[in-house]
């Protein structure tokens, strides 16, 4: 849908990362004027609600330089050029936490920060796992720890902000929707 | 918690905008290696779950530049230097719907983008609404138009993608959660 649509008259490039790039958009607007938009462009990510055989969620904890705080949440990865989310999802899973998950189910796709970034989450839920020998295997910059809790659990480190970021606490709620 | 803390070395000042500023932080991990850190700066949002007393949501539709797409979200807007957040809650909802709530619950906070972005969103409950004349005031590059759905409706915007942000995914889950 199209409805206020704000056409670009320019585009300016701002920054290219490794992550991330930035630019600034010239748009009209609806009623004819112009004005300016800071568009964050991200190649998209995965997130994976991994659910052991006795129920409990594996979680990864790992310090986020843009908060200067160390974050427990549901394992994540961005897409590399061209990759399949679903397959994203299994290599981020085994490369994060080990795991093989037999079933892996699509859940849904969200927007993060549609204000300013066009990233976009397509949420997993992987069930029926194993632990892979040598599986983990993280990029060379990344520091990880795993973890497996209950959803009380969860629940109570959200409370305590060890957990504090919107796709965990989604995957929170989801889960106290669908399991019985 | 600071574990797996990455010391700043240095920050390069990319971008200062409207909305956000963009920096590129050299830090030593802890490994002692080096690595760079692409990080956006915010000055985070406020989002409001707005109930009517018949137990309707009221939603917002706009046009989202960066993903080039009208999206319909619960009511959201970013903090103003030094507001509290619940004032924000307040401003943004009549400025945005034209309701004024006679109650304003805090429910939650998260970080929407915590690999890239610093914006966290606080989240409220707005309920006893009242129509104000003349209560909507929207920024002059702001386009939006206001609807009250079900949470039935809005799950089925959901599937068609009218809907497709966390934050007003989120919204629904707790919706399902809390409301009987």
Request: aromatic share 8%; charged share 30%; glycine share 4%.
């Amino acid at each position: 849908m199209k409805k206020f649509e704000e056409k670009t008259i320019s585009s300016e490039h701002i920054f290219s990362g490794r992550m991330i790039d930035l630019k600034v958009d010239t748009v009209s607007l609806p009623n004819g004027e112009t004005s300016t938009r800071e568009i964050v462009t991200h190649p998209g990510a995965v997130a994976i609600i991994a659910l052991t055989d006795d129920q409990k969620v594996v979680v990864v904890e790992q310090y986020r330089k843009p908060l200067e705080k160390t974050l427990l949440e549901i394992p994540a990865g961005k897409l590399d050029a061209g990759e399949d989310p679903a397959e994203t999802a299994r290599r981020e899973l085994e490369e994060e936490t080990g795991y093989q998950a037999k079933q892996l189910k699509y859940l849904t796709s969200f927007y993060t920060s549609p204000g300013f970034a066009n990233e976009i989450l397509y949420l997993y839920l992987a069930e029926q796992l194993t632990l892979v020998e040598d599986g983990r295997q993280l990029d060379e910059d990344e520091f990880v720890e795993v973890y497996e809790y209950t959803i009380e659990e969860l629940e109570m480190f959200e409370k305590s902000q060890r957990i504090h970021d919107i796709k965990t606490s989604y995957a929170i709620q989801y889960l106290k929707l669908h399991l019985k």
